[in-house]
């Protein structure tokens, strides 16, 4: 129940977004496997999406793939972040 006056407060984010970043090529999709792996294992929930169009993955300003973004920050380029980091960035997120 709302009072008149009272602060309007946004509902509860559902989850979070993840972006992998990179063409297709065989790190790429590994590390969009780790991903759903690693949520999976965690009950994480949130949205991954795997962006292959360069023009988008070049606004993120890297210069090789694959990278990954979290909630908007680019938190890895060009290398396999290990699956323990991937684990810490990915529950840091979703608290």
Known sequence: ????GEPIRPPAP???EVKVLGPGCVNCERLEQLVRNVMAAEG??????HVR?????S?????ATPGLVINGQLRCAGRMPSEKQLREWLLEASL
């Open 1 to 4: 129940m709302k009072f008149k």
């Open 53 to 57: 169009d360069p023009k988008e993955i």
């Open 44 to 49: 994480i929930v949130g949205m991954l999406e």
């Open 14 to 16: 559902q989850g979070f």
């Open 59 to 63: 606004a993120y300003g890297i210069l």
